[in-house]
């Protein structure tokens, strides 16, 4: 039976052209989802939840999701943002306002697979990393941050971040409501104490992330770590990528055991994943990127964007 089948999932990696990728999974028998990335500019989770500077945020804090009202309006805001400087107050010229990308799960007994397809169109060199061209990165939580189930990316996107309008520090990282005491518009609070840190770490309040960096022609290069206090790379690395450019487009593989220990959630049946995916196009850096509104995940069966199934 396996040494019927190679050949043939050989052949299928050949037939869509991106004959670098790993032939763990035939993607071509996976269903992927189009999604929309959107240029969010300063739109940080402060001003999105403060009535006076979006007229969401009354019904967002009543209940009503990120997507329940802008699924499918996301070029249209990302076009809006990605010029106007009252949003963006250092607009980088001819920036497109959104990239679409095709999104793929799989998984096999031991191991979780994620794929990435995306065409990041005529990007500007905005020089603000010079050395990686591309980044992708996928953050998800298992239903223990409310923030993250809620609003995706938007939990770790804050006011007081590097490159944000109340950012002092330029290392300041992306961080998680329920790692602070006293937040309001303008961001921050106070760190809790590090043991109750440990305490939310301990519980799994913490998101996951994986990140891919890219350049044509090379190998990826990619970190996993947790986003809580701060965001912090895992001090042993469990997810790989491999990644090929091809007729103006990317596709990334990530794959990780679906048991992958500490600072790694634990992926199988019966669990709602929220997930958001972001990229960096151009050289660029910090919050210089596109986002993707909440989307979910499930193992096996489930209500949920993508059905992670076993590769047939
Ligand atoms: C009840 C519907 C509703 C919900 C829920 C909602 N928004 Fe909005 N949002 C709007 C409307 C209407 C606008 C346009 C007017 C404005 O800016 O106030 C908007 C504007 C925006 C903008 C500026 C770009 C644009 O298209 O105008 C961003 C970014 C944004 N919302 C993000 C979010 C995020 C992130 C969440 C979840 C945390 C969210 N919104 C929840 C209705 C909503």
């Given at each position: 039976m396996t040494s019927a089948k190679l050949p043939l999932i050989a052949l299928a990696a050949a037939l869509t052209g991106f004959?670098?990728?790993?032939?763990?999974?035939?993607?071509?028998?996976v269903q992927g989802k189009d999604i929309t990335l959107l240029?969010?500019?300063?739109?940080s989770w402060e001003l999105v939840l403060t009535q006076a500077e979006h007229s969401g945020a009354s019904k967002f804090r009543e209940g009503k999701d990120c997507r329940q009202c802008h699924e499918g309006d996301e070029d249209s805001s990302g076009n809006l943002m990605v010029g106007d400087k009252s949003i963006e107050p250092t607009p980088i010229a001819d920036k497109p306002g959104f990239v679409k990308a095709n999104i793929k799960f799989s998984r096999d007994d031991a191991n979780l697979f994620v794929r990435v397809e995306f065409a990041p169109g005529k990007?500007?060199?905005?020089?603000?990393?010079?050395?990686?061209d591309t980044r992708v990165a996928v953050m998800f939580d298992d239903g223990k941050v409310t923030e993250v189930a809620r609003g995706g990316c938007w939990a770790a996107c804050?006011?007081?971040?590097?490159?944000?309008?109340?950012?002092?520090?330029?290392?300041a990282t992306m961080y998680l409501?329920?790692?602070?005491?006293?937040?309001?518009?303008?961001g921050g609070g106070v760190v809790k104490p590090a043991d109750e840190i440990a305490n939310i770490r301990a519980e799994g309040g913490y998101a996951e992330y994986w990140e891919a960096s890219l350049n044509p022609g090379a190998p990826a290069a990619v970190v996993d770590g947790t986003i809580l206090d701060k965001r912090q790379e895992n001090a042993a690395h469990a997810v790989t990528a491999n990644a090929v450019f091809e007729n103006g487009k990317w596709a990334v593989e990530f794959s990780r055991k679906l048991?992958?220990?500490?600072g790694h959630k634990d992926i199988g049946p019966g669990k709602l994943y929220t997930v958001g995916f972001a990229i960096h196009a151009g050289h660029t850096n910090k919050r210089f990127h596109y986002v993707s509104l909440e989307k979910t995940f499930a193992v096996d069966s489930g209500k949920a964007d993508f059905i992670v199934k076993k590769s047939p």
């Open positions: 004959s670098g990728e790993s032939l763990a999974v035939d993607w071509s028998k240029y969010p500019a300063q739109m990007q500007p060199d905005a020089k603000m990393d010079p050395k990686v804050h006011i007081d971040l590097a490159k944000m309008p109340k950012g002092t520090d330029d290392g409501p329920k790692s602070r005491n006293g937040m309001t518009r303008e048991a992958a220990g500490e």
